[in-house]
T-cell receptor, first 112, second 115 residues
Framework: KNQVEQSPQSLIILEGKNCTLQCNYTVSPFSNLRWYKQDTGRGPVSLTIMTFSENTKSNGRYTATLDADTKQSSLHITASQLSDSASYICVVRPLNNNDMRFGAGTRLTVKP | NAGVTQTPKFRILKIGQSMTLQCAQDMNHNYMYWYRQDPGMGLKLIYYSVGAGITDKGEVPNGYNVSRSTTEDFPLRLELAAPSQTSVYFC??????????????FGPGTRLTVL
């Protein structure tokens, strides 16, 4: 079983709408949690990073939340744009290990 | 800065052939990584390097080899290609390994098909 599970696997929304992507993890203890955006045919690019003591982090229209007690994180996208169409990957780094754990990603499609 | 560059972008191999995937970074990062990404799966670490001359296995190293003769370059070698190695390969680099500043910068990927 993967240590980082993301849901939904895919999501289609209309331009201008909001959406929330989920990440559940079992990695413990962990150092930090990142959300990456991966455009089709490109490598992942970091959106946000949170340490275990942070609850929320924003980057423009992207807001990530973290509940270390329930081991859940979410990425909320506000007022979606066509350029938000991409895969969003949750990545957790264990505290005493450099081997990051990647979720399988959520494929978001924003339609006009 | 070009960041992390990878070549080739696409490649088709026959079973048993060999090839080297090239990766270079111009950010003077000590840490470099090779991942594979299969459909519906998270990225899996193949090999990583903490500096020139030092490499170590990741989660899925079988069938691959690496070398790190310089800080900039980290090639990945497939010796006897198998269909199971059909995947998209990403190279990444980071300034440090741990802590909040451990962002990994990824290359554009190499799509490899083994037939």
């Amino acid at each position: 079983k993967n240590q980082v599970e993301q849901s939904p696997q895919s999501l289609i929304i209309l331009e201008g709408k909001n959406c929330t992507l989920q990440c559940n993890y079992t990695v413990s203890p962990f150092s930090n949690l990142r959300w990456y955006k991966q455009d089709t045919g490109r490598g992942p690019v970091s959106l946000t990073i949170m340490t275990f003591s942070e609850n929320t982090k924003s980057n423009g229209r992207y807001t990530a939340t973290l509940d270390a007690d329930t081991k859940q994180s979410s990425l909320h996208i506000t007022a979606s744009q066509l350029s938000d169409s991409a895969s969003y990957i949750c990545v957790v780094r264990p505290l005493n290990n450099n081997d990051m754990r990647f979720g399988a990603g959520t494929r978001l499609t924003v339609k006009p | 800065n070009a960041g992390v560059t990878q070549t080739p972008k696409f490649r088709i191999l026959k079973i048993g052939q060999s090839m080297t995937l090239q990766c270079a970074q111009d950010m003077n990062h000590n840490y470099m990584y090779w991942y594979r990404q299969d459909p519906g799966m998270g990225l899996k670490l193949i090999y990583y390097s903490v500096g020139a001359g030092i490499t170590d296995k990741g989660e899925v190293p079988n069938g691959y080899n690496v070398s790190r003769s310089t800080t900039e370059d980290f090639p990945l070698r497939l010796e006897l290609a198998a269909p199971s190695q059909t995947s998209v390969y990403f190279c990444a680099s980071s300034r440090i390994a741990g802590g909040p500043l451990n962002e990994q910068f990824f290359g554009p990927g190499t799509r490899l098909t083994v037939l």
